[in-house]
């Protein structure tokens, strides 16, 4: 009996049938552990999608790639342009000091021990980053990096995040509770966003994030 609801719970992952996976434990709760919830749970995260239709997708398909490879995956030949189409942008490291943007937009940006971006508008206005008394005006829609000093009048003319109609993008070195990862990235704003974990030798070494920008465009 086991080996058949073992047989019946894969056929439904791979349909992505979690529902009726469900169900069935649930009306055999001889056989609903916790075992059997933990390893539900587990198949369920580890099985690739077939189908992306939301950057939490596409977050599971890229999830466990080596450094340097963080886009390979056997499904979707150019995700650069599958992103770019939707207006998702990619965010990960490259080595110890360079921020990689693809997709939505396509850049590389400097990164030396962490690092704060936002994404300006054409014709919006942004701070110098190393002269607090000079403002540039933007001529395209563009990332640029930001100071503290910008952060704060962010802060102050907003009150919270979640009603700031823009983005900003922290990116962290040696990131507080990821002891293991060098990079890790933090986006502030009315956006959706998730995580994709980097590995270096099969080791993690960083954490990539997904972000929608319909949003803010």
Partial sequence: MEENLFEYVLEQL????VTDCYNY???NPNLASKLWDDTLECLYHNIKPT????IHDLAKLLDGNEDGNELDNDLLKDVEGFCK???WLIVFPYSDDNIELRGAYNDELGAWDGTILRFVKAGD????EDDEECYHKASKNMFVTINEQEIDEIKKSIGNWLDYNGLVIEALWEPDGLPDYAWAYHALGNVDYTE???LSDGEPWARGMIID?????
């Fill in 125 to 128: 206005f942004y701070m110098d």
């Fill in 213 to 217: 920008l319909n949003k803010i465009l």
């Fill in 196 to 198: 994709f974990n980097i």
């Fill in 85 to 87: 189409d939707r207006n």
């Fill in 25 to 27: 434990l649930n009306n």
């Fill in 14 to 17: 791979k349909n992505r049938n």
């Fill in 51 to 54: 189908k992306i239709e939301t």
